[in-house]
Nanobody, 124 residues
Framework: QVQLVESGGGLVQTGDSLKLSCTAS????????VGWFRQAPGKERDFVAA????????YYGDSVKGRFTISRDNAQNTAYLQMNSVKPEDTAVYYC?????????????????WGQGTQVTVSS
């Protein structure tokens, strides 16, 4: 079991930066891949980014490449999502997820463990 808690969301303006955190407890966090997803009202949950257990590889959705950076600190049991140059279309609830059952990191159904989400709102 892995329990996940996101934090760091809020209201920002276009072009601002924001850093989300995902803190884990329970099973050894350092041994699992972590993903970030987002879901806007009325839309499906979309892949944002993922990072392997040791941080040696990262993956990004097309809409955030070059603007967002995923990282992790296993000693702190925490993963991060640095969001730069945010746009109104980045507005969504952001979720972290852990321990995918396969290498299909971009698919929400792959993950068993989810946080409760944190709201990010970008004003124009």
């Amino acid at each position: 079991q892995v329990q996940l808690v996101e934090s760091g969301g809020g209201l920002v303006q276009t072009g601002d930066s924001l850093k989300l955190s995902c803190t884990a407890s329970g099973r050894t966090f350092g041994s699992v891949t972590v993903g970030w997803f987002r879901q806007a009202p009325g839309k499906e949950r979309d892949f944002v980014a993922a990072i392997l257990w040791d941080g040696r590889a990262t993956y990004y959705g097309d809409s955030v490449k070059g603007r967002f950076t995923i990282s992790r600190d296993n000693a702190q049991n925490t993963a991060y999502l640095q969001m730069n140059s945010v746009k109104p279309e980045d507005t969504a609830v952001y979720y972290c997820a852990a321990d995918p059952r396969s290498s299909a990191f971009e698919r929400p159904v792959t993950y068993d463990y989810w946080g409760q989400g944190t709201q990010v709102t970008v004003s124009s």
